[in-house]
């Protein structure tokens, strides 16, 4: 099955630095990836995604690239601020869509 | 809309124990998940469905049944529990028309 990595497990910055998440996948045939973002004793959120056929994606702070070659994406969260203090999971989906498997979250705190 | 309910928030068993955790969803959604989350080990799926009357395993099956006879609902049922079960359980919908995942706000099981 597929194995997804993700690192790092912990990170802190400073307020307005940027912060940047790394995962990597096994499975050639996954071909949806994306991040949710988890606050202390919420369900995880949807924050953006990416599909196989796309490299890159942006909305405002946070983007997502994606090297299909080297199976990793990362994320990139720009001028931090301290609401984006959270835990957040990458993820990766095969072609239906059902089947989820996780990273095993990064701890990002960011410094005021 | 309420979206994704779990009930219940917060329970604690004792080994041997049986019971059902509840999810339901009023979105019309085809795929349901169960995960497990514990500390450090990010989100793991334990059975899903992609349709009324099928489901499927996940990474970690075991000591969990499921059974999904409406679209609407997707219980999951510790046969006898065991403190290694102890964990937050997340229920997660998905449209068939994209991968998009939709949390329920979980329940903290402990078993003791």
Same mark, same amino acid.
């Given at each position: 099955g597929e194995n997804v990595e993700q690192h790092p497990s912990t990170l802190s910055v400073q307020e307005g630095d940027s912060a940047v998440i790394k995962c990597t996948y096994s %499975? #050639?045939? #996954?071909n949806y990836f994306p991040w949710y973002k988890q606050e202390l004793g919420k369900r995880p959120q949807l924050i953006i995604d990416i599909r196989s056929n796309v490299g890159e994606k942006k909305d405002q702070r946070i983007a997502v690239t994606l090297n299909k070659t080297a199976k990793h994406f990362s994320l990139h969260i720009t001028e931090?601020?301290?609401? %984006? #203090?959270a835990v957040y999971f990458c993820a990766a989906s095969g072609n239906t869509g059902n089947q989820f498997y996780f990273g095993t979250g990064t701890s990002l705190t960011v410094i005021p | 809309n309420a979206g994704v309910t779990q009930t219940p928030k917060f329970q604690v068993l004792k080994t041997g124990q049986s019971m059902t955790l509840q999810c339901a969803q009023?979105?019309?959604?085809?795929y349901m998940s169960w995960y497990r989350q514990d500390p450090g080990m990010g989100l793991r799926l334990i059975h899903y469905s992609v349709g009324a009357g099928i489901t499927d395993q996940g990474e970690v099956p075991n000591g969990y049944n499921v059974s999904r006879s409406t679209t609407e609902d997707f219980p999951l049922r510790l046969l006898s529990a065991a403190p290694s079960q102890t964990s937050v359980y997340f229920c997660a919908t998905t449209p068939g028309s994209s991968y998009e995942q939709y949390f329920g706000p979980g329940t903290r099981l402990t078993v003791t």
């Open positions: %499975d #050639s045939a #996954s931090t601020q301290p609401e %984006d #203090s | 009023d979105m019309n959604h085809e």
